[in-house]
Structures are given as structure tokens and as C-alpha cells.
């Protein structure tokens, strides 16, 4: 399950990686959580270490600093 500021661009994300089989990136996403925002990079890489038709994918959150308060407590 994802969190629901970056659902679409996991989903779309994973979508081009699998049609591409290469490595996607989303940069600079926000995420708010209890008040915070937290900018984040999203990767999406095939594993292709399982073989070619695997439809493993290793995904990462990277985070972009630390959180900031959010927009509900500006």
C-alpha cells in the first residue's frame, strides 16, 4: 500500500519501468505525514538479476532532508 500523495507516481512509475525495463525516477515528491512534509525521490528499478521476465521491481524512497512542518501548520 502507498501513501496517497505518491500513488500516482509510484503506479506510474512501476508502469514505465515495465514497459521501458529501465530505471525510473520521480524527483523532489512531497509527502505530509502528522503535520510534516518530507520531499522525497521515488526510484523504480527492475531486478533484473532474476532474469529478464522476473517483473521484480526494487523500489526506493530517498529522502531529501529533513521534514518541514506542513502545509496545515503554516
Given at each position: 500500500?502507498?501513501?496517497?500523495?505518491?500513488?500516482?507516481?509510484?503506479?506510474?512509475?512501476?508502469?514505465?519501468?515495465?514497459?521501458?525495463?529501465?530505471t525510473v525516477m520521480r524527483e523532489d515528491l512531497a509527502v505530509e505525514s502528522n503535520g510534516e512534509t518530507q520531499r522525497?525521490?521515488?526510484?523504480?528499478?527492475?531486478?533484473?538479476?532474476?532474469?529478464?521476465?522476473?517483473?521484480?521491481?526494487?523500489?526506493?524512497?530517498?529522502?531529501?532532508?529533513?521534514?518541514?512542518?506542513?502545509?496545515?501548520?503554516?
Amino acid at each position: 500500500m502507498a501513501h496517497k500523495d505518491i500513488r500516482l507516481d509510484l503506479r506510474t512509475a512501476i508502469h514505465r519501468a515495465l514497459q521501458s525495463g529501465e530505471t525510473v525516477m520521480r524527483e523532489d515528491l512531497a509527502v505530509e505525514s502528522n503535520g510534516e512534509t518530507q520531499r522525497i525521490n521515488l526510484v523504480v528499478r527492475p531486478v533484473r538479476e532474476l532474469g529478464e521476465q522476473s517483473g521484480l521491481f526494487m523500489v526506493v524512497f530517498q529522502e531529501l532532508g529533513p521534514s518541514r512542518p506542513g502545509r496545515a501548520a503554516q
